[in-house]
């Protein structure tokens, strides 16, 4: 079975930091026979949520924009690659208008109590984050911002990679050993044995 593996890249940075990581995480994926797309948020136009709640009743978002081909994506990969620059302690603004976007998934779940896939999938994401402070807290609130928007699109939070120090365009390159742990992890994410693990598996170099 061929396993169609995401790659979102949320940070405004082209060859930005958390880009070039998800760029190796790909390739990982392919070593390991997975079929990639990578896609650059900002080419999506994406608005925030205006919280209307049309989607209690619809059960889909009124807001017609490029959102909508880009959750058929989410919802169609077996695999999701999510990275994004810690900016103020938690993910940018990019990808939080995509997360609160998906507050229809949410509705659709559990106000309208329909399900998202109509048989049991072993879908799994992976998180990349880069910060530039030493903070060893500056991951804290993007664990639990993924954790919530990956329960809403079921899909099993397996793992991280968090890098810190790390600020210049492209000045992921001189770290020792994090494009090299985001190959490994992107090729684990495909090879790896089921059952999903029951916590994300933590790679976090400080
Ligand atoms: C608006 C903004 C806010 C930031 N906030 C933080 C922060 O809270 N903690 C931190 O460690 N770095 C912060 N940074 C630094 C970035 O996380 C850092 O430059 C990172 O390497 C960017 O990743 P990228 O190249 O993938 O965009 C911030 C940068 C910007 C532009």
Same mark, same amino acid.
């Given at each position: 079975?061929?396993?169609?593996?995401?790659?979102?890249?949320?940070? =405004?940075?082209?060859?930005?930091?958390?880009?070039?990581?998800?760029?190796?995480?790909?390739?990982?994926?392919?070593?390991?026979?997975?079929?990639?797309?990578?896609?650059?948020?900002? /080419?999506?136009?994406?608005?925030?949520?205006?919280?209307?709640?049309?989607?209690?009743?619809?059960?889909?978002?009124?807001?017609?924009?490029?959102?909508?081909?880009?959750?058929?994506?989410?919802?169609?990969? /077996?695999? +999701?690659?999510?990275?994004?620059?810690?900016?103020?302690?938690?993910?940018?603004?990019?990808?939080?208008? +995509?997360?609160?976007?998906?507050?229809?998934?949410?509705?659709? !779940?559990?106000?309208?109590? !329909?399900?998202?896939?109509?048989?049991?999938?072993?879908?799994?994401?992976?998180?990349?984050?880069?910060?530039?402070?030493?903070? !060893? !807290?500056?991951?804290?609130?993007?664990?639990?911002?993924?954790?919530?928007?990956?329960?809403?699109? /079921?899909?099993?939070?397996?793992?991280?990679?968090?890098?810190?120090?790390?600020?210049?365009?492209?000045?992921?390159?001189?770290? =020792?050993?994090?494009?090299?742990?985001?190959?490994?992890?992107?090729?684990?994410?495909?090879?790896?044995?089921? =059952? =999903?693990?029951?916590?994300?598996?933590?790679?976090?170099?400080?």
């Amino acid at each position: 079975m061929i396993i169609k593996t995401l790659g979102i890249s949320t940070s =405004p940075r082209i060859h930005g930091n958390s880009d070039l990581l998800l760029r190796e995480a790909l390739s990982g994926a392919e070593s390991a026979g997975a079929k990639t797309e990578y896609i650059h948020l900002s /080419d999506y136009d994406i608005a925030p949520c205006i919280e209307c709640n049309a989607c209690y009743s619809r059960g889909d978002c009124k807001i017609q924009d490029d959102f909508q081909q880009l959750l058929k994506k989410i919802l169609d990969a /077996d695999r +999701l690659i999510f990275a994004t620059p810690v900016f103020f302690m938690t993910v940018c603004a990019q990808a939080k208008m +995509l997360i609160d976007r998906s507050q229809c998934l949410w509705a659709y !779940k559990y106000v309208l109590h !329909k399900q998202l896939f109509s048989s049991e999938r072993d879908r799994r994401a992976m998180v990349i984050a880069v910060g530039g402070s030493k903070s !060893k !807290k500056q991951f804290e609130c993007i664990r639990f911002t993924m954790k919530s928007y990956f329960d809403v699109l /079921d899909i099993n939070y397996s793992t991280n990679l968090f890098t810190s120090k790390v600020d210049d365009i492209g000045e992921i390159h001189k770290h =020792p050993t994090a494009l090299k742990e985001a190959f490994r992890l992107g090729n684990e994410l495909i090879a790896a044995e089921s =059952p =999903p693990p029951q916590k994300p598996i933590n790679i976090e170099l400080f």
